[in-house]
T-cell receptor
């Protein structure tokens, strides 16, 4: 298996623009997590899906953030409009029921 | 609620020296415990995990960790550090059950001097 695949790896955009981050989970994994990592806050859980259903989105910072999982093989995290404070590395991770998380390589977002 | 504390933000060791990274957790029942490593520009990778049984667990890359219930700790150790071990290390605690959501510590940055 190719592992968790995230795109884009790097995104530079201007304040106010829409940003869409994508994740392809490992086949068969029924849990998917979106994390944000910054120096100030460390690793923050944004949202968690189980069997494509959002279970806990209490970590989503505000309404500008939204996440979807239309099927078992694809998820998106969208920021609209983006702000400089959204600059971070965003990770997608999946789990198959053993408790272990498998992380993608992350999407580094810079909002100017 | 579960929580994880990694008291050391940075640890510096010389290559070949032994290493111990500290992790303390707070959880009401028997936890699932994990150590992950993150190399620069990469995602987190599992080093080892504890679910039950033997409290000393072996992981990849020569790492081991010991679960001590009385101290609520799960410290990571390596007898001889290599320069390639320089990375960020995260301890995590999880819960048994359907709504598994792991909680991560803030991480410890390991610096290895030649």
């Amino acid at each position: 298996d190719a592992g968790v695949i995230q795109s884009p790896r790097h995104e530079v955009t201007e304040m106010g623009q829409e940003v869409t981050l994508r994740c392809k989970p490992i086949s068969g994994h029924n849990s998917l997590f979106w994390y944000r990592q910054t120096m100030m806050r460390g690793l923050e859980l944004l949202i968690y899906f189980n069997n494509n259903v959002p279970i806990d989105d209490s970590g989503m910072p505000e309404d500008r953030f939204s996440a979807k999982m239309p099927n078992a093989s694809f998820s998106t995290l969208k920021i609209q409009p983006s702000e400089p404070r959204d600059s971070a590395v965003y990770f997608c991770a999946t789990a198959g029921g053993t408790g272990e998380l498998f992380f993608g390589e992350g999407s580094r977002l810079t909002v100017l | 609620a579960q929580s994880v504390t990694q008291p050391d933000i940075h640890i510096t060791v010389s290559e070949g020296a032994s290493l111990e990274l500290r992790c303390n957790y707070s959880y009401g029942a028997t936890p699932y415990l994990f150590w992950y490593v993150q190399s620069p520009g990469q995602g987190l990778q599992l080093l080892l995990k504890y679910f039950s049984g033997d409290t000393l667990v072996q992981g990849i890359k020569g790492f081991e960790a010991e679960f001590k219930r009385s101290q609520s700790s799960f410290n990571l150790r390596k007898p001889s550090v290599h320069w390639s071990d320089a990375a960020e290390y995260f301890c995590a605690v999880g819960a048994e059950g359907g709504s598994y959501i792991p909680t991560f510590g803030r991480g410890t940055s390991l610096i290895v001097h030649p």
